[in-house]
């Protein structure tokens, strides 16, 4: 029986300003050697992202398909697509459900370029697909010109050296995630560098993964982060005007300022492009940000029940000076003890952190490694920076969380945690 032919495609798409003018590139890569066999790029107009990746995997793979002339044969050819797009690749794989319209018919058109058991998608950081990226942003750029990609005037390949056997390609597994991580690769550069004091102390002196080293050392680098873009909800009725609205009173829905806060973030996050999964609290302002969000980027919400606001008793639905006048002494206790508990039975901050950081541990040790937006509320959001931060609960009340503002922390697998955003609202003005 003859062996059949085997070829690498790696695919990529952008659009600039999602959707804005976008373009894709796919190369046909030779695996033994190493050798470009083929390369595709082309200007599409205005586009999204998604729309983009999924483009070029299809020019990727009708590529691929002209190079066997048996190809469509059961057996002639077996293709491995490698994608820094976590959407196209769990999609294409089936494990991932299609909904959206614009997905669903270049997904169709690109699983009948060849049999379905001659190609497997694997997932690769970005860092490991710049031919491609360089194929699609000079497409993009020839689009600017007004004029199309043309292969003569082509850079990508000369960038992009190839290794010359298999074994410097081998299957990419695990989770994507921020493959730019400042201080992962920080620390790794110290503890590689002679005589740079802690840094170079012998790996025995390293902490153990139950005592979390600080600072500066010679924790290993463990990989990418699980980080949290923290998403607080956009405005309800009740926002403006500074009253309690926690998970024990009406539940109410995003006002129209509210609705278009969560369209203006949706469109700075699909422009950055980074998010691979959305988490939501169950109530409905933050499942209504969340659902913006996630019609903008192509994805599906998941729900989890950790990420509610604070139970805020009976003061939910007062403003401070209301519940000041009325419960003046409980009020009192709970600024100054974080086990003191609202009027009427709501929840204490001790009780919201526990609750919280049970969340936390659960989510990073799900999204190792993947960049997660988890839109919640001031009080889940304030305790997962203060508890990264390693601050007392008094850090609580001197932190401005604004209403559909953006946080950022990573959890590193050694235990360490970075807040790298707070309270961003660039995207609002």
């Given at each position: 029986?003859?062996?059949?032919?085997?070829?690498?495609?790696?695919?990529?798409?952008?659009?600039?300003?999602?959707p804005g003018p976008a373009g894709y590139g796919a190369v046909v890569i030779d695996p033994v050697t190493g050798e470009t066999l083929a390369e595709a790029a082309e200007y599409i107009g205005v586009a999204t992202n998604n729309v983009a990746e999924y483009k070029g995997l299809i020019a990727g793979l009708k590529a691929a398909k002209a190079l066997v002339p048996d190809?469509?044969?059961?057996?002639?050819?077996?293709?491995?697509?490698?994608m820094d797009s976590k959407l196209v690749v769990e999609q294409m794989s089936g494990r991932w459900k299609i909904k959206h319209p614009d997905m669903k018919p270049l997904a169709a058109q690109a699983a009948r370029i060849l049999p379905a058991s001659a190609v497997t998608?694997?997932?690769?950081?970005?860092e490991q697909n710049k031919h491609a990226d360089r194929l699609a942003n000079e497409a993009m750029d020839a689009g600017k010109r007004g004029k199309q990609w043309e292969p003569s005037s082509s850079t990508a390949a000369l960038d992009t050296p190839r290794p010359s056997t298999t074994a410097v390609l081998p299957p990419v597994s695990g989770p994507p995630g921020d493959a730019a991580?400042?201080?992962?690769r920080a620390r790794a550069a110290l503890s590689s560098r002679p005589g740079a004091g802690p840094a170079a102390e012998p790996a025995a002196a390293a902490a153990s993964p139950s005592a979390p080293q600080l600072g500066w050392g010679a924790t290993p680098d463990l990989g990418a982060p699980a980080t949290f873009v923290l998403l607080r909800h956009g405005e309800t009725a009740l926002t403006p005007e500074k009253r309690f609205s926690g998970s024990g009173g009406s539940d109410p829905e995003l006002s129209a300022a509210g609705r278009h806060q969560a369209e203006l973030v949706a469109r700075?996050?699909?422009?950055?492009?980074?998010i691979e999964e959305i988490?939501?609290?169950?109530?409905?302002?933050?499942?209504?940000?969340?659902?913006?969000?996630?019609?903008?980027?192509?994805?599906?919400?998941?729900?989890?029940?950790g990420l509610r606001e604070t139970d805020f008793g009976a003061w939910e639905g007062l403003t401070f000076a209301e519940v000041r006048e009325r419960h003046g002494a409980d009020l009192d206790a709970w600024l100054g003890s974080a086990k003191a508990a609202p009027t009427g039975g709501g929840e204490s901050f001790a009780e919201v952190t526990r609750r919280v950081a049970a969340t936390r541990d659960r989510l990073t040790a799900r999204y190792a490694g993947r960049t997660v937006?988890?839109?919640?509320?001031?009080?889940?959001?304030?305790?997962?920076?203060?508890?990264?931060?390693?601050?007392?609960?008094?850090?609580?009340?001197?932190?401005?969380?604004?209403?559909?503002s953006v946080s950022a922390v990573a959890y590193y697998a050694d235990g360490n945690m970075s807040l790298r955003l707070l309270n961003d609202t660039s995207h609002l003005r």
């Open positions: 029986m003859t062996q059949p032919r085997e070829l690498v495609v790696e695919a990529d798409g952008g659009s600039r300003g999602n190809a469509s044969a059961d057996g002639a050819l077996r293709v491995r697509v490698r998608y694997e997932w690769i950081p970005r991580a400042g201080a992962a700075s996050l699909a422009a950055r492009g980074t988490v939501s609290s169950p109530l409905r302002r933050c499942r209504e940000t969340a659902a913006a969000v996630a019609s903008r980027l192509g994805l599906e919400v998941r729900i989890e029940e937006l988890l839109v919640t509320h001031v009080t889940p959001i304030k305790t997962l920076v203060r508890l990264a931060l390693g601050a007392p609960p008094e850090a609580m009340f001197r932190m401005e969380l604004s209403a559909a």
